[in-house]
């Protein structure tokens, strides 16, 4: 079943267009990766996707309803939830209260308890820092307290912006393996990412794009055996 679907969506900041004219599906219960180089345009897609910015032209559809001019908290309450490029966590809360936040929207008080355990199952180091200021945590627990956030909110749909940006590279692997396993549990996926090995890797499709537009796609096996996507993105040549 598709669970969100884009149609020939473009997105302009002024005069610049920066995506055109793109369309693709995400199916339920599937990782879907978007990679391309620097201002390729994945960014401002995922920031249409959760309403931050709002489409020139096009539809989006999520769960066969139109939600292209749907107010962006609205769509955290429909079940899209986004972890932002730069993790954008409250530096200032603690633990428990970034994740609070995350959980604004809900008022089933046995539900968000049953997600304060999910959460904390998937990132012990989560609920040994509960107290803990978020702004004095290292890069990696930021980013873990980022996604956390982003599943207090209970998404049918999770949103992840470059989740691997800055982080030394044992937090890198364990970052993409909490990943699965949050889509194992039954949360859809679209994934942002320039280490495009693990992004692909994990990926059941994914999408390539180039200067806004879309220019390649199959399953992430497929691109990942693609000689031209490992030349440009994976660093063989």
Not at 87 to 92: A, E, H, K, L
Not at 171 to 176: E, L, S
Not at 194 to 203: D, E, I, S, Y
């Amino acid at each position: 079943m598709t669970l969100l679907e884009l149609k020939n969506v473009s997105v302009s900041y002024g005069r610049i267009e920066a995506i055109h004219d793109m369309s693709f599906s995400v199916a339920e219960g599937e990782i879907v990766s978007l990679i391309g180089a620097n201002g390729a345009g994945k960014s401002t897609t995922m920031k249409t996707i959760s309403g931050i910015l709002n489409p020139s032209h096009g539809t989006i559809h999520f769960d066969g309803q139109d939600i292209t001019k749907m107010k962006a908290h609205i769509r955290v309450v429909r079940g899209i939830s986004q972890a932002p490029e730069g993790r954008g966590i409250f530096p200032g809360m603690t633990v428990m209260e970034n994740l609070d936040m995350g959980a604004f929207g809900r008022k089933d008080r046995s539900g968000m308890a049953a997600d304060f355990e999910r959460v904390f199952g998937l990132f012990p180091r989560l609920a040994e820092r509960k107290t803990q200021v978020g702004g004095t945590m290292s890069g990696g627990e930021q980013q873990m307290l980022a996604i956390g956030r982003a599943l207090m909110s209970s998404p049918r749909l999770l949103l992840l912006d470059e989740p691997s940006m800055g982080l030394a590279p044992q937090f890198i692997k364990q970052i993409f393996t909490i990943i699965s396993e949050i889509n194992q549990q039954g949360t859809t996926v679209l994934l942002v990412e320039q280490n495009a090995n693990q992004a692909l890797a994990r990926a059941n499709r994914a999408f390539v794009l180039e200067t806004g537009s879309i220019t390649r796609s199959g399953t992430g096996r497929e691109l990942l055996a693609d000689p031209a996507i490992k030349e440009a993105y994976l660093g063989v040549g």
